[in-house]
């Protein structure tokens, strides 16, 4: 069948599409709801054990009660379940579909033949274990792209940045990653920016060679810009005293409410394991 | 109070990579408590003497010192003095879009002192003092990147301000303001001279600078200092002022003739 280390890259590269997706709306962020009000550490772990949970588990009932969970958790999280199936079904897993489809037929899931047909020469057989396990790669997907956006959209993006460095990422790939979240939005920012001064001055008639120019010129301008301005954002930090590692005013602190939830959400982890894994 | 020098640079040279130059022998004195500022046409090298005093660039050639002790790159690596240094001299950019850099807004303005490990409660304590001052409270949740270009220069100074340093740097720290905030920023700078701290300022805003400074020094397109005096002295000096671009001559029409003269952005008399 699938090879877990495929599905993983195809879950990780899915999720950072998301990720990207959901960084610049604080909205939901912000809205008083439960999962809001976790502490983002907890909320972390929380997450990722669901994730992982979706990996080992093979029972197709099971993973849909998990499916569910993050259904409910988002309704109970002031999101609205349109707006949140719409991000979670319609883009990533039509990824994951097109991994899913050749598996269903006998030459990569050998089994019982349920639906055969011939294209051209080649002869094709549907097989009930390809349906099967094509399922449970979909419902798995949409398990860990569900908990991976609600965690992301439900958190504001400079506390996942601070629970990474908690989890004890490295202080330099942390700090990178925060760069990167203002260099996305500076580069959003630039080409709108100079896409409007385009328009002020040229009109939106631009010849199309001419149009190509400006991107090209605005492309190679843009690299600059941002190698001068990584220099000038390290100055500025080196200016207020910058040693190599940074400090929170506020502590992170745990309440019951937490603990309530990491003690539900072992105990149902219990539960969904151990009727989960073993077929 | 004695007159002790904070700064001295001895015939500095600078340019960028070699080959673009941007100080072409400065020296100056700053003594302690003194209200400097530095004006000059754009391009003049304002902005590079100031980050050469905040040593985060080296001279080519002369030499800088801060209380007699030489800023030198490899002096920099040595925490202790660089530590005692950042908490010495702030820095407000020209360009706020560079200095802040934090999630949001309060981060950025306790950056410098939590570096500084400074205690928790004082720096709550300034950081609403400040906030309040500068009215930017409502600001302090938000995302630096996302204000207007006037909250940004709030806030940088508001981040510079919280080290409470000894000197304070400001390049163009009004430039963008509404007058009301750019009376405030001065209001804050005053009772920061009179509690004896050091204050140089970069400019081109000629209605500020008699409040801002007791020395001020013309640098010349030449990228060198071509005069320095005090304020009346300075601004009363047109000659020099339309040589480096800071009064142009107005000329409108009174009925039939075209009249013209200097026209200072100092005095609003028409
Ligand atoms: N990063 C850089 N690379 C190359 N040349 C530079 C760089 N920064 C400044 N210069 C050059 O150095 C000279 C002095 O620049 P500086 O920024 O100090 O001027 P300024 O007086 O602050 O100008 P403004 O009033 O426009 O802020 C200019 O001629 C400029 O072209
Ligand atoms: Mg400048």
């Known amino acids: ?279 | 109070m004695a007159e002790e020098t904070v700064f001295r640079l001895e015939d500095v040279y600078f340019s960028y990579l070699g080959r673009y130059p941007a100080l072409c022998g400065i020296s100056l004195d700053i003594k302690r408590g003194e209200k400097i500022s530095v004006i000059g046409a754009n391009g003049c090298g304002k902005s590079s003497l100031l980050h050469i005093l905040d040593g985060l660039i080296f001279p080519d050639s002369g030499k800088i010192s801060l209380c007699s002790k030489e800023l030198k790159e490899d002096a920099f690596e040595d925490m202790a003095f660089s530590s005692d240094f950042r908490k010495k001299v702030g820095f407000v950019f020209q360009n706020s879009e560079v200095q802040l850099f934090c999630p949001t807004v309060k981060e950025d303005i306790v950056f410098g002192p939590l570096q500084m490990g400074k205690v928790k409660t004082e720096i709550k304590r300034r950081l609403d003092e400040l906030a309040f001052v500068l009215n930017i409270e409502e600001l302090l949740e938000r995302s630096p990147h996302q204000l207007s270009i006037g909250e940004k220069r709030k806030v940088a100074i508001a981040s510079v301000l919280i080290i409470d340093p000894e000197v304070i740097i400001m390049d163009e720290p009004t430039a963008g303001l509404d007058p009301l905030t750019t009376r405030h920023i001065i209001d804050l700078l005053t009772e920061a001279s009179r509690s004896g701290k050091t204050i140089i300022t970069a400019t081109h805003d000629l209605h500020i600078v008699e409040e801002i400074s007791d020395t001020v020094y013309v640098v010349s397109r030449e990228k060198k200092i071509v005069g320095s005096g005090s304020p009346e002295r300075i601004l009363a000096d047109t000659q020099l002022l339309k040589e480096n671009n800071l009064v142009h001559i107005h000329s409108h029409k009174h009925r039939d003739a075209t009249h013209a003269h200097p026209h200072l952005h100092i005095d609003h008399h028409h």
């Open chain 1, 1 to 279: 069948m699938f090879k877990n280390n495929n599905f993983i890259e195809r879950s990780i590269k899915g999720a950072l599409i998301f990720l990207k997706q959901a960084v610049f709306a604080d909205e939901y962020a912000l809205k008083k709801g439960f999962l809001q009000s976790l502490d983002p550490r907890i909320k972390a772990a929380t997450f990722f054990l669901f994730i992982l949970q979706a990996l080992f588990i093979k029972n197709l009932f099971v993973l849909s009660c998990l499916y569910l969970l993050s259904l409910s958790l988002a309704c109970f999280s002031r999101i609205s379940p349109g707006f949140f199936i719409w991000r979670t079904w319609v883009f990533i897993p039509l990824f994951s579909l097109f991994i899913a489809i050749p598996a269903l037929f006998s030459n990569f899931s050998p089994g019982e033949t349920m639906v055969s047909f011939k294209v051209g020469a080649l002869s094709l057989f549907i097989t009930r274990q390809g349906i099967a396990g094509a399922l449970l790669f979909v419902v798995r997907v949409a398990v860990s792209v569900s908990f991976t956006v609600l965690l992301s959209i439900t958190t504001r993006h400079f506390e996942l940045l601070r629970v990474l460095r908690i989890f004890k990422i490295p202080q330099i790939f942390v700090m990178t990653l925060g760069m990167c979240y203002r260099y996305v939005f500076l580069f959003v920012e630039i080409i709108e920016n100079t896409y409007l001064a385009i328009k002020s001055r040229a009109g939106t008639n631009i010849h199309y060679k001419k149009g190509q120019r400006i991107v090209a010129w605005n492309i190679a301008y843009l690299w600059q810009r941002s190698y001068k301005l990584n220099e000038e954002v390290y100055k500025a930090m080196l200016s207020r005293g910058y040693k190599g590692d940074t400090f929170m005013l506020d502590e992170l602190k745990f309440k019951a409410r937490d603990w309530f939830w990491l003690v539900f959400v072992l105990s149902i982890s219990v539960i969904f394991l151990a009727t989960g894994v073993k077929i």
